[in-house]
């Protein structure tokens, strides 16, 4: 069946469920791992699954609902309203058990914890109130006896979410507080409510069930209601499109249960069953399970055969009802599932015929839709015939016993009355199929309440009393389908009366707590924020009402049902027009607190009627033989023929028919009142996905769950209150850190706690501070967390410092003593080597040892007097023993003689004298092993006080954490209190509760017994006396059972003892962990120090890496901005030549002009008287000027000459500085390619960096757990350390004890010695006797062995003995009623016969046990002085073996300890040079970029100056152009001057084509250069977009390192966490112990009343025998007798203490001699002592004087030995020196290039500064020139003389411009050689940068290898330590041993 609990039936025990209850170590680190920002972490809505995505915030406020969020989701962003994004929870809440507690709560943090959770295979999860079940479509092992073990009687804050948690809480609080529980399960189709159900009854089932005998029925109550499942399951359920096995009806199943907690029956109340489903069935669904099981082959094997019976076919496609969807579910086995049906109806009482009545009546309804009707005539009246037995119609009249004609009948033409007459009505085959489904629909529906009413009454047990009841309620949750029907208006209409329900009563219990902490709070109702809607409902024209009646109208209608709706309800906010997207046809829409549902109303009106044919029903009720189906109708009025008319009447005025809808709300109205009666428990149960696939998740889907089933609402109810709380003292232990002072300021915990908030200003609407809480808005703890972070890190950062301060300035004192060391030691060899050639120094240093030596001769003296004194007190000693050693001869004389004497008179003591040497023997040897192992013993309490000594120092080091455990243990204390307070206070009702069962118990047997003292009168006195003897035997027995219960109770108290030493035990070792723990956490916190040292290291270096390929990228950017400056510059060149050519031109053409004007003057005078004349002077001036004119042309064509030379020489000049540009670019594209693959390479370097971080975080995480493996391992040799500390205390004691023992086992074995001689003679006279007695003694024998038997037997039936102790109370009572009745008889005739042999029998067993005990003593006492010496010996001697090992073992731990310290400071040391290395680096690296940045600084400026001056001369340029065009047109107006233009033009055209050609080639070169400008610039982008990227990834990776920092700030929280775990693991422990107590308390009262009893019978069966002991009267003369032999016992007793006191007396004075020999034994060893002194004092002088011969050479040795080591501190100080030069000089030599770069830069910037300087003057100038010209050309138009000498000057002063320009071009040449200069530099100093790099990397490789080989040592000290662990434990294992021993 699915859902039952599996049992193992092959006896193997259940799996482990804690991987499914509780998060794995790996899922806390991987979730402390996770990627987080406190800030930006944010969760946003992701549209393609319809989930949520982790993003980070890059701008928006998030508490203005309004503004818009950017949000970076990896390499996208998006853009939300504040309102939709929510905050990301810490890392900490990941996987959070109850989500009240998450300090965000969000949508989004809801999901992912359920999601997270559920793909980590735990199901359950608390919210508040509910538990979340989410649907695991899986078998998980969490519902076995193993885990309801787990759940036994724990409160649910004790164990993870489950299920059985809150069905504990449910039991317990009904035993408790003897109130009725409720729990709600609800949820959709497929989230498992059924199953959850079942599982809660079964566990209720399993915690109920009685511990007495189970009664004589076959089968339990507990089975009967766990086989309610398989029939509820078949007729309830159904497959739908989301669940196979969907339980299609809500269920109210109530367990009750008697005062004491035992289960006392139950009952279940159905809900709305889904009645449609009877005969209407969705393709992907299916009928309800019975239909097509009984079909199933399993039915043949019931009766005569099930389908026989119920006259089905095998074809289930034959029966149209149930075949309209699927017809098989794989998951359902059909088969099977009818076997557990049939089963369960056997299980709950059935009867045969109502079960086959039951399953006829079910194919009744399948094979009704068989029917078909046919149209008759033209009225359209429905007909039927088929009717036949082998038709439907007659398969459905026989199953349901009625004629099959009268019901088709029926059908077609039912009966209607019509005032007072019957009247038939014809129906149309439409109207006559729709009421054989309303009857089938009926039928099942009354079949199936009627099996809830069977189940009720054979699930109720009349015998027991039921006090309470646990009820569960399975309900479906709130729907929001496509299409919403009558069906899911009241199914959400139940869950939004089942919501207020919640609502209010969480609320309620949050309230409740609120003032029950003291917190100001104004009560608010939450169950009002509903009240809306259910008003509409509920109200007398609300929607209930309306339908109510409109279903009474006959002629109402959907429309007019619609209308009226909308006419009352219309104005209403909550009654909504219709919004569905599915169904366009829906009528209205309400807004449920789930969301807003769209309703249809087509067909509600017929459902709530649920109309049923009458006449059918009559013939049901009239003529059916099948009983079951007449009980089904008894409720229906039916159609009777006769009915008198006054009942007719009665029944018209009593009302109509019932509908659906007032039952459904009848009975809801009793659930509501019900559920307020109980204490509600709420479950929630969500289908993860639709295609029922573990694991997977659909958020679309989960969130509507969430939002229907109320969990949302729930956590907004529990946002406006206080949902995150914390005890105060963890919060003082959590948060001491922001304020110890304000925490310490007050003992009251609100005022503290008001003072450290009030300190970091966190406001107070915030929080509230209750009695024994603080309590937290939603979100408040984020920002103490944060404060808190903060705090850590900066101290952590100074304890960083203070550390590095420490270590640095201890090297630095030791390099300064140093350095004033080597200043003494040259000091000091100076004065040597100044003074060792100085006669008077050579003679001290010669006698300086001669100083204050003795004369030899006169110690010899001195020593020969002592001799002699001492030789004569010597000789004197002699004598004196001499003169003992005669008295000790003579003492020893009389010594003899006196023993002699005592031989004599009291018989040979020789034997005695030979023990005693015996003894003394072994008492020396004892005694030299003492010795022995005290001398051991010394040297372990040596180590033992160096061991107490560090523990001093360790102590010192835990007081802080002492001070924090106690105050721990001091709130655990309280709370222990408590828990005492309560336990003490169950137990003393539980006490009661038994004593009153007990009572009750015992009058109900007395009852009996007295019935049976009656029958039991006449029984023979035969019976009577053998009753007698066995009472007898019983009383031995029980005397026997007496004793062996009182060494058990010994046992008991050792055990108590014993488990009190191991809580103490457990105490201590909890203390040591916790001290290990915080050693642990101070470690780690170093080794995160030193991880962020590493991270600082690496973002050093990257900062540099950066920094050098922006400086590498600038100084492509300035050689580029050179190159274009040369090109630019020499275009300027050119433009100035052009004009000065242009200049020439124009002088050229001016000069025309003049000659021509001054040609027309010639012309002109021409005309004159003397024309003639002047004409032949002018044709000799003609000759002249045209000498003239022959001698300028020479002189121009030579100056043409000249400049053609010039212009071809610019030209070779520019064609070779293009070949420069063109190696220049090639140069550069070389630099370029090595520039990238550089760059190339710093990336592969960034990478294999990245990688070996990677690698190192992965050795570091390895290296903290084998750390932290290592430390556990320390604390366990600790720990067995003071184990055997503590066990070396004992042994010690226990030798002592033994020593005692063994003095008092001597004299005890003396006195025996002398007891047993004397006993000796008594057991002579003893036997004597006993030969006389044989006879009889053998007899007794006899029965004795027979009592030693059934002794035996009674030890092994001591449990059934306790067991039938009221049975033998019983048996006594009547004993001594019958005693009484036959003691008469007794008097009159036995009681002679019984004196007499009882006189015979008392004297041999009193004579037998005396002799039998004085024997059986002495033998035994004997036997255990032996085995106590054997015992001792061996103890002594396992003891020194083990104490040898221990201190072996204990030597090599403490070397191994050293080893691991010495190794850990070297490792320390190194890690610290490192770090050193690291910041010099840096500050190098801060260095470089500082200069770089303000040579950058300066380029960027002369790059702005330089655009300035090129955009200066570009304005001159177009100023020149716009003269020289005034200039033309000037010339335009001289019409004389054209003619010579024209002359000129040719030339001028010639020129204009060359400089055309030049200015081609000059554009060529320029579009080359704007060519390899753009290659520059593409470059230049790519670089920059590249140096972008490693931004990114840099910035990238130092947000990885941040959030891995908080990850271990994390994983220290986990850490606390842990240790509050273990913390909660003490009190698990504690409250164990405690039970344990109390189960010892009662087993002890148990004892108690087992011994009140056994003591009651012993008075019963004492006053039996007082009653005998008076009849008989020879016991008198026994007790004479008895007498008679103490007294003889007592004189023989006598006479040993005579013996003894003699012996005694011997003894003292054997003492006293042996004192005697002692002290002269100890003056001979005195004397023997002094002399070897003398002796000793003889060789110690002539050894002194030898060893003073050996210092004289020493002193001489170590005088050349300190010689050579001040020569060689001389070199050494050398050698420092020079180094220290060394460096000196490098120091000096980085200064001298810081300098020179700086003096470079001044001076880049001068010739920049004079080169801008020298553009603006060549400017001025040129503008000064063109003025000048243009007033030359007036003067020389004014003048004509001066022509020539003008032209001279002008072509004088262009030859100097060009030499200028030339000059100014080789300056430009200078300063770019200069420039490139500074290139190569730069570019120098980028490769040192790059070496510095690699020099760095191989630092790198160095540490990497040297944390390899750490790693390496820590290996082998962790195999050490596994070592030195086999080897504890072995010890461990011999010390119990011994011990046991």
């Not at 409902?537 to 429309?559: H, N, Q, R, V, Y």
């Not at 705090?791 to 950062?797: A, E, G, N, T």
């Amino acid at each position: 069946m699915p859902g039952h609990i599996k049992l193992t039936k092959t006896g193997q025990p259940d799996p482990d469920p804690t991987e499914f209850l509780i998060p794995s170590m790996e899922m806390k680190r991987e979730s402390q791992n996770k990627v987080y920002d406190a800030k930006k972490s944010v969760w946003i809505p992701c549209p393609k699954t319809g989930g949520y995505r982790e993003g980070l915030l890059e701008s928006g406020n998030l508490e203005d609902p309004a503004s818009k969020c950017v949000v970076a989701v990896g390499h996208e962003k998006f853009t939300h309203k504040a309102a939709e994004v929510g905050k990301v929870n810490p890392p900490k809440f990941e996987k959070c058990e109850d989500m009240v507690n998450l300090t965000f709560l969000n949508d989004a943090s809801v999901f992912w914890n359920l999601k997270t959770r559920y793909q980590a295979k735990m199901i359950h999860t608390y919210s508040g109130l509910f538990v979340v079940v989410v649907n695991p479509y899986k078998r998980y092992p969490l519902y076995t006896h193993r885990v309801a073990k787990i759940y036994l009687g724990k409160r649910r804050n004790e164990v993870p979410p489950h299920l059985w948690a809150i069905a504990e809480t449910a039991y317990r609080g009904m035993l408790n507080n003897q109130k009725d529980q409720a729990m709600l399960i609800t949820g959709e189709s497929g989230a498992g409510k059924t199953e959850n159900t079942k599982k809660v009854i079964t566990y209720l089932a399993m915690v109920a069930t009685g511990s007495g005998k189970k009664a004589e029925k076959k089968v339990s109550l507990e089975d009967q209601i766990v086989a309610t499942n398989p029939i509820l399951e078949s007729y309830g359920n159904a497959k739908t499109s989301r669940n196979d096995n969907s339980s299609r009806f809500g269920k109210f199943i109530r367990i009750h249960f008697t005062n004491s907690g035992k289960l006392a029956g139950c009952d279940i109340v159905s809900y709305l069953l889904e009645k449609s489903r009877i005969t209407e069935q969705q393709e992907v669904e299916r009928s309800y399970h019975i239909f097509y099981q009984l079909l199933q082959p399993y039915g043949d094997g019931i009766g005569g055969g099930l389908r026989e019976k119920c006259l089905l076919s095998t074809d289930i496609y034959d029966y149209i009802y149930v075949s309209q969807g699927k017809t098989k579910v794989e998951s359902i086995d059909d088969n099977e599932e009818l076997e557990y049906t049939e089963d369960a109806f056997n299980v709950l009482g059935f009867g045969e015929q109502e079960k086959y009545d039951c399953y006829m009546l079910t194919a009744s309804v399948m094979t009704f839709g068989g029917i078909e009707f046919t149209t008759k005539g033209r009225d359209d009246q429905a007909e039927c015939q088929a009717v036949g037995a082998d038709t439907f119609a007659g398969k459905a009249a026989a199953l349901c016993g009625v004629d099959s004609t009268a019901m088709i009948k029926a059908f077609c033409k039912p009966r209607i009355k019509v005032g007072t007459e019957w009247v038939t009505k014809s129906q149309t085959c439409e109207q006559a199929t729709n009421a054989v489904g309303g009857i089938a629909r009926s039928i099942y529906d009354r079949v199936f309440k009627w099996l809830i009413e069977k189940c009720n009454q054979t699930l109720i047990d009349p015998t027991l009393k039921k006090s309470n009841f646990c009820a569960v309620l399975d309900i479906a949750g709130f729907e929001i389908f496509e299409y919403n029907g009558f069906e899911q208006i009241s199914i959400n209409f139940v869950n939004e009366k089942l919501q207020q329900f919640f609502n209010h009563h969480m609320f309620v219990v949050e309230q409740e707590t609120y003032v029950g902490e003291g917190i100001e709070w104004e009560m608010v109702d939450f169950g009002m924020d509903l009240q809306a809607a259910i008003i509409m409902f509920e109200k007398p024209m609300g929607l209930w009402a309306i339908l109510e009646e409109e279903s009474l109208f006959p002629k109402a209608t959907d429309k007019s049902f619609e209308e009226k709706l909308k006419a009352s309800l219309g104005k209403l906010p909550i009654f909504l027009k219709p919004q569905s997207k599915t169904d366009k046809h829906a009528h209205f829409a309400i807004s449920h607190y789930a969301g807003i549902v769209s309703y249809n109303v087509t067909g509600w009106l017929e459902k709530n009627k649920d109309p049923v044919n009458d006449t059918v029903v009559e013939i049901f009720k009239s003529t059916s033989t099948i009983d079951l189906l007449i009980h089904l109708w008894a409720d229906h009025p039916g159609q009777p023929t006769t009915t008198p008319k006054e009942e007719g009447k009665k029944k018209k005025k009593g009302g109509g028919t019932k509908t659906v809808s007032s039952v459904y709300l009848i009975s809801l109205n009793d659930l509501m009142t019900t559920l307020h009666s109980t204490e509600p428990h709420f479950v929630r149960c969500l289908v993860p996905n639709t295609h029922k696939k573990p694991g997977d998740v659909e958020p679309p889907l989960i969130m509507h769950q969430l939002t229907c089933n109320g969990v949302l609402e729930g956590i907004r109810i529990c946002m406006k209150g206080f949902p995150n709380r914390i005890l105060y003292p963890d919060f003082k232990m959590r948060y001491y850190i922001l304020g110890a002072a304000e925490m310490a300021s007050s003992k009251d915990n609100k005022t503290a706690v008001y003072a450290m908030m009030d300190k970091i200003e966190f406001p107070r609407e915030k929080y509230k501070l209750g009695h024994t809480l603080v309590f937290f808005r939603a979100g408040a703890l984020a920002y103490l967390e944060e404060v808190r972070d903060e705090i850590v890190l900066k101290l952590l950062r100074w304890l960083q410092g203070q550390v590095r301060q420490f270590t640095r300035f201890r090297e630095f004192s030791k390099r300064r003593d140093q350095r004033e060391l080597l200043v003494v030691c040259q000091r000091q060899f100076r004065k040597y080597i100044s003074l060792r050639d100085w006669g008077w120094f050579v003679i001290i240093q010669k006698t300086r040892p001669l100083i204050g030596m003795p004369n030899p001769e006169e110690e010899l003296r001195l020593l020969s007097e002592r001799a002699n004194a001492t030789y004569g007190v010597y000789m004197e000693k002699i004598n004196t023993k001499k003169e003992l050693l005669q008295e000790n001869t003579i003492m020893e004389d009389e010594k003899k003689a006196i023993i002699a004497q005592i031989e004599k008179e009291q018989g040979d003591l020789s034997q005695y004298h030979e023990r005693q040497a015996k003894l003394s023997t072994q008492i020396a040897d004892l005694n030299v092993e003492l010795e022995e192992t005290q001398s051991t013993l010394t040297k372990a309490e040596q180590d033992r006080i160096q061991c107490a000594a560090d523990k001093k120092e360790l102590e010192h080091e835990c007081v802080a954490v002492k001070k924090e455990i106690e105050d721990i243990e001091i709130a655990i204390q309280k709370l222990e209190q408590e828990k005492a307070n309560k336990d003490h206070t169950i137990r003393y009702l539980n006490d009661e509760i038994a004593n009153q069962d007990e009572v009750i118990n015992k009058l109900n047997k007395e009852k009996k017994h007295i019935s049976e003292i009656g029958g039991k009168a006449s029984e023979d006195l035969d019976v009577a006396t053998e009753k007698v003897e066995h009472l007898n035997t019983i009383k031995g027995k029980l005397e026997q059972a007496l004793d062996e219960i009182e060494s058990s109770l010994d046992r008991e108290k050792r055990s108590r003892a014993n488990v009190e030493k191991e809580r103490r035990k457990v105490e201590g070792e909890l203390k040591i962990t916790q001290q290990s723990v915080t050693d642990l956490e101070r470690s780690q916190k170093e080794l995160e120090g030193q991880v962020g040292r590493k991270d600082g290291e690496l973002a050093g270096l990257a900062n540099k890496l950066d920094d050098e390929q922006a400086i590498v990228a600038k100084f492509q950017k300035s050689i580029k901005e050179l190159q274009l400056r040369v090109e630019e510059m020499e275009e300027e060149l050119e433009a100035e030549r052009q004009g000065r050519a242009k200049a020439e031109r124009q002088r050229s053409d001016l000069a025309r002009e003049l000659e021509g004007l001054g040609e027309r003057l010639m012309e002109a005078g021409g005309a004159t008287a003397a024309q003639i004349e002047l004409n032949k002077k002018r044709e000799s001036e003609v000759v002249k000027l045209r000498k003239d004119l022959e001698e300028c042309n020479i002189q121009h064509e030579s100056t043409l000459i000249s400049l053609k030379k010039k212009h071809q020489d610019a030209i070779a000049e520019m064609l070779e500085q293009s070949d420069q540009l063109q190696k220049m670019k090639a140069k550069i594209e070389k630099d370029k390619g090595k520039i990238m693959s550089e760059i190339a390479d710093v990336r592969a370097a960034t990478d294999e960096v990245n990688r070996s971080k990677v690698s190192a975080e992965k050795s570091h995480k390895n290296l903290l757990a084998e750390l932290t493996e290592l430390g556990k391992k320390v604390e366990e040799a600790n720990l067995t350390l003071a184990d055997y500390e503590g066990y070396k205390r004992r042994l010690t004691g226990e030798n002592a004890d033994l020593l005692r023992q063994l003095q008092e086992l001597d004299n005890n074995a003396g006195l025996l010695a002398k007891t047993k001689v004397a006993l000796m003679s008594a057991l002579d006279e003893q036997k004597n006797i006993a030969d006389i007695e044989s006879k009889e003694r053998s007899s007794l024998l006899a029965k004795y062995r027979n009592l030693e038997h059934e002794k035996d037997g009674l030890r092994n039936n001591l449990e059934e003995e306790v067991g039938s102790k009221e049975n033998l109370a019983r048996q006594a009572n009547k004993a001594a009623n019958e005693s009484d009745m036959w003691r008469q008889k007794y008097e009159i005739e036995c009681v002679a016969k019984a004196d007499e042999m009882e006189m015979d029998k008392m004297k041999l067993q009193a004579r037998l046990s005396e002799s039998q005990t004085t024997i059986e003593n002495l033998n035994s006492k004997l036997q255990q002085l032996e085995k106590a010496k054997l015992k001792v010996t061996d103890d002594l001697n396992n003891l020194s073996v083990q104490l040898d090992q221990a201190q072996i073992l204990n030597s090599s731990l403490e070397k191994k300890a050293k080893q691991f310290d010495r190794i850990v400071a070297e490792w320390k040391h190194k890690v610290d040079g490192t770090s050193m290395d690291l910041d010099i680096s840096q500050k190098e690296t801060r260095n470089a970029a500082s200069e770089l940045f303000r040579i950058k600084n300066a380029y960027e400026e002369s790059v702005l100056q330089l655009d300035e001056v090129r955009r200066e001369n570009k304005n001159l340029s177009m100023e020149i152009r716009d003269i020289m065009d005034q200039i033309n047109e000037g010339g335009r107006s001289i019409h004389e001057i054209d003619k010579i233009r024209k002359r000129l033009e040719a030339e001028k055209m010639e020129l204009e084509a060359a400089l055309s050609e030049a200015e081609g080639a000059l554009e060529q070169e320029e579009n080359k250069v704007l060519r390899t400008q753009l290659e520059l610039n593409q470059v230049r982008q790519e670089i920059e977009r590249r140096l972008a990227e490693k931004d990114d990834e840099f910035t990238t990776t130092k947000k990885n390192f941040a959030k891995a920092i908080e990850g271990v700030q994390h994983a220290l929280e986990s850490e606390t966490k842990a240790k509050v775990e273990a913390l909660r693991m003490k009190k698990k422990l504690e409250t164990d112990v405690l039970d344990l107590e109390t189960s010892l308390e009662h087993a002890n009262a148990a004892n108690v009343e087992s011994q009140r009893t056994i003591k009651s019978i012993q008075n019963r069966l004492r006053e039996t025998q007082v009653k005998l002991e008076e009849v008989s009267k020879a016991k008198e003369i026994a007790r004479e007798g008895l007498m008679s032999a103490d007294r003889r016992a007592h004189a023989n007793q006598n006479a040993l203490e005579e013996a003894r006191t003699l012996l005694e007396q011997v003894d003292r004075n054997r003492r006293i001699i042996e004192q005697e020999l002692a002290d002269t034994n100890e003056s001979l060893g005195d004397q023997t002592c002094t002399n070897q002194a003398l002796t000793s004092a003889k060789q110690k002088c002539e050894n002194e004087i030898n060893t003073l011969n050996h210092d004289l050479d020493e002193m001489s040795s170590e005088a050349q030995m300190s010689e050579e080591k001040a020569q060689r501190a001389m070199i050494d100080a050398a050698r420092l020196a020079d180094e220290l030069r060394v460096e000196q000089e490098n120091a000096m030599a980085i200064e001298r290039d810081r300098k020179l770069l700086e003096a470079q830069v001044k001076d880049a910037q001068a010739r920049l500064d004079e080169a801008e300087q020298n553009a603006l003057k060549g400017g001025k100038k040129a503008m000064a020139k063109m003025e000048t010209r243009i007033r030359e050309l007036e003067s020389e138009l004014d003048a004509e003389n001066r022509r020539s000498s003008d032209a001279m000057k002008n072509l004088r002063r262009s030859e100097r411009k060009i030499k200028e320009l030339t000059y100014q071009q080789d300056e430009d040449r200078k300063n770019h050689e200069r420039m490139q200069s500074l290139v190569d530099q730069l570019q120098n100093k980028i490769k040192s940068y790059k070496k510095q790099i690699e020099e760095a990397e191989e630092i790198a490789a160095l540490n990497l290898a040297k944390f390899r080989q750490v790693q390496a040592n820590l290996s082998d000290s962790a195999e050490r330590a596994d070592l030195n662990e086999q080897a504890l434990a072995k010890m461990k294992t011999r010390a119990q041993s011994i011990g046991i021993n």
